[in-house]
C-alpha cells in the first residue's frame, strides 16, 4: 500500500475540518518514514527480489520497531501526542485520537496488501498479510476505491475558494494520486536501498506539500 494509505488522511480531516491535512497526510506515512531511516542504518532489513511480488520486489524481512501491531500503537501515541501538544486548539484527547489514528491506519492498511511479514508482537512470531500485493489489478482496485471514497467524504466538507488552485486543484490533486496508483507497480525497481528510501522520503514529503497547498485553498462548510 502506498497511495492508498492517503485514503485515510481525507477520512479521518472528515472528523474535525480544524484538523491540518499536512500532519495527517504525514502521519499516515509515519511508520514508512521510520522504516525507511531504519534500514539504511541496519535497524530493520529488507531485500530487493525482482518478481517477489506483481506489485513489488520487496521482500519485508525484519521490521518489528516499525510495522509491528505493537509499534504502530506506541507510534500512534507518540506521533498523536506531539500533534495534540502542536495543534492546541483541537484539545490532547482530540488531537490524540485523530492524528493518532492516522498513525495506526498505516497498519490496518498494509495487513491487507503485504504478504504475511506485518509482525503482531515481535519478530519472530506471528504475522499477518493477505497478500493483495501478489495481484497487480487487485491492489490498483483496493488502493482506488479506498482514495476515491475518502476523497468524496473530503471533498463534501469544503467548497472551492478563489485562484486556479482554489477551483481546480483539488481535482487535480486527486487525479494524480489515481495516476500515481496506476503507475506505482509498474515503476522500475530501485537497485539499492538508498536509491528506495530517497525516493520514497522525498515522495512522502512532497505529496503532503502538495496536499497542504491545495487544502489551503479550499473554504470549509459547516
Known amino acids: ?27 499516515v506515512q509515519f511508520m514508512d518514514f521510520l522504516f525507511m531511516v531504519f534500514i539504511l542504518f541496519g535497524v530493520e532489513r529488507m531485500e530487493i527480489v525482482p518478481g517477489f511480488t506483481e506489485v513489488n520486489a520487496f521482500v519485508l524481512s525484519y521490521m518489528p520497531y516499525s510495522h509491528s501491531l505493537v509499534a504502530a500503537l506506541f507510534w500512534s501515541v507518540v506521533y498523536g501526542a506531539a500533534c495534540a501538544l502542536l495543534i492546541r486548539h483541537l484539545g490532547l484527547a482530540r488531537g490524540i485520537l485523530i492524528c493518532g489514528a492516522a498513525v495506526l491506519s498505516h497498519y490496518v492498511l498494509d ?5 504475511p511479514d506485518m509482525p503482531l508482537i515481535w519478530d519472530p512470531g506471528t504475522k499477518l498479510g493477505l497478500g493483495i500485493w501478489k495481484s497487480r489489478i487487485a491492489t490498483i482496485a483496493v488502493e ?8 468524496f467524504a473530503y471533498i463534501r466538507m469544503s467548497k472551492p475558494g478563489p485562484g486556479a488552485v482554489g ?8 487525479g494524480f494520486l489515481v495516476l500515481l496508483t496506476i503507475a506505482t507497480p509498474f515503476m522500475p525497481v530501485p537497485k539499492t536501498l538508498i536509491e528506495l528510501s530517497s525516493q520514497a522520503l522525498a515522495g512522502y514529503v512532497i505529496i503532503a506539500l502538495l496536499g497542504r497547498w491545495v487544502d489551503s485553498r479550499r473554504i470549509y462548510v459547516d
Not at 482506488?144 to 476523497?151: C, E, K
Not at 477551483?167 to 486527486?174: D, E, I, N, T
Open 167 to 174: 477551483k481546480y486543484g483539488a481535482s487535480v490533486f486527486f
Open 144 to 151: 482506488t476505491l479506498f482514495l476515491a471514497a475518502a476523497w
Open 111 to 115: 495487513v491487507l496488501v503485504h504478504t
Open 1 to 27: 500500500m502506498f497511495v492508498g494509505h492517503y485514503s485515510a488522511s481525507f477520512a479521518l480531516k472528515r472528523l474535525d475540518a480544524r484538523v491540518p491535512i499536512f500532519p495527517l497526510l504525514i502521519g
